[in-house]
């Protein structure tokens, strides 16, 4: 899809519906036979009081009983062959049409989806999971209605309406002139009091989303709500929210109701005048009987396009704002993108050679205080580095500047001598493992979630991950097995287990560099030791960065990065530090006494 928007319109305008054109156009036959059977089926429509008309003036004028009788069935037969002709249109253009609503939401959603898969933490530093759910769900939702229903509802009521209205001015053209002088000063009003309608139905989906928020932020958060015993207070939180987003609704809804209730008394009132002056024509002897029954329909029909235009609008209105909501996220520049022409970096047989020079760096969020400065370290293939310090130091800075999720301010980061920003995203990440503090589990079975470290990995490869990680043996104790589904978030494993089934994700993928992030943290003393064990076999042969709050786990690296405010303070090894009596001493001696 295009990744950039075109020339905005009006914020909360039905043009904001010119969005989903990129969506519509892979669909340009599907649209057109749309198009034919809703103006089939509005011709149809229309054709009726024409039918109406013969069979008032031909079929019951008549003095021969015989000749009525005649009459009466070619008319009736002709109006239930017009019953059919519409049905057969209508069932033909509801399907294609709905077909068309599901087709278009599915693809915008998946393309909203996928968009926000590839932004850069960054983007969610400012924007919050909710809102996108609340965007992908609610906002497409609305979407479709309009898709696969208002628009094909406006668009028919729109050709019946404009068609009964030419016979009307073509039968009646005195009256009907009378008629349009008066719609005029209707849709005038109509059009002002719109704009109010499409502030509140832009306002009412901010509010809803607002509340889907709270709910998302909460439910990841379960245990510690209830921890605190704060569900009554969160509760109260939502309920707010929703109470906001239901004031909102009424301001919307009343406003819509004002507008909808005007615009039929207004059409009615105008159509009624005519229809009266129609009635005097038929006493007047002017035109007949049938002609006035023709023009009844031809008036209801167009009474009845006007009042269901009139809704289709505000549904449109309410489209245009989801839309522009979708299309904010559609059109939301990536932060991190892969280079035009990514370099070829060749695949180390050993560990990676990493390399940072000179880097600093702030959070968006924190523009004033920087989390790396100067920051220069140099890695060596095959060497495992860990990374030690107070909270705040710059550790796990480094290990997102790696992975590429932000970008350095200055200075620069290289993986076997080529600089990160050259290497495309997808070939950079598939070189580095990451065993994250906090392990990540999907709703879906064992096997599936060591295997997302490399979907293509047989059954015995997956196993043999989880040896190394020795989580072969609880996860075969489990009921099914390696198939056990592990539930939302991994809710059935403990924390150990969560952990080495990340572990197992990591050593399946089989990088050249990896990353620890307090791996073996949420690990009681014997797993750690095994786990611990595991690690290291699997650190063989490849660049390894760790980062440990816990110092007994990382006695044994090549070399111990002491950081200390976003800058190296000391480097050696365990025994090297120690001796030297400076901070990693005083960290060491605080952990050890302890």
Sequence with gaps: MASSP?????????????????FLRPYRVQIVLAGIFLVMAAVTTLVFPLALRSLIDGGLVSADKGAQTMALREHFGALFAVAVALGLFSAARFYTVSWLGERVTADLRNAVYGHVLRQSPAFFETTQTGEVLSRLTADTTLVQTVVGSSLSMGLRNAVMGVGALAVLIWTNPYVMVQVLGILVLVVLPSMWFGRRVRKLSRASQDRVADSSAIAAEVL????????????????????????NAFRTAVRRTKARSVLVAFIIIATSAALLWGLYQGTQAVLRGDITAGHLGQTVVYVAILASATAVLGEVYGDLLR???????????????????????????????????????????????????????????????????????????GKSTVFQLLLRYYDPQSGRLLLDGT?????????????????????????????????YGRPDASADEVHAAARAAFAHDFLQALPEGYDTFLGERGVRLSGGQRQRIAIARAILKNPP???????????????????QAALESAMEGRTTLVIAHRLATVQKADRIVVLDHGGIVEQGTHATLVAQGGVYARLAALQFTA
């Excluded at 075109?6 to 990129?22: D, E, F, I, M, T």
């Excluded at 996220?329 to 970096?345: G, K, R």
Aim: glycine residues 6%; negative net charge.
């Design 419 to 451: 600089p990160l920003a050259s290497l495309a995203l997808p070939d950079l990440r598939t070189r580095i493992g990451l065993v994250p503090q906090d392990a990540v589990i999907f709703s879906a079975s064992a096997l599936e979630n060591i295997r």
């Design 6 to 22: 075109p020339s905005s319109p009006a914020k909360g305008s039905p043009r904001s519906l010119s969005g989903l054109s990129p």
């Design 513 to 531: 560099l990896l990353l620890l992030d307090e791996a073996t943290s949420a690990l009681d003393a014997e797993s750690e030791r095994m786990v």
């Design 319 to 393: 489209a245009a704002g989801a839309t522009e909501r979708l299309m904010e996220l559609l059109h939301a520049p990536a932060a991190i993108v892969s280079p035009p022409n990514p370099a070829a970096a060749r695949v180390p047989v050993a560990g990676s050679a990493v390399k940072l020079e000179a880097v600093t760096f702030h959070y968006p969020s924190r523009p004033g205080t920087p989390a790396l400065k100067n920051f220069s370290l140099d890695i060596a293939p095959g060497e495992t580095v860990a990374l030690v310090g107070s909270s705040g130091a």
């Design 220 to 243: 990841n958060a379960i245990p510690v709500v209830q921890s605190y015993t704060a569900e009554s207070r969160e509760a109260g939180r939502f309920n707010a929210s929703t109470e």
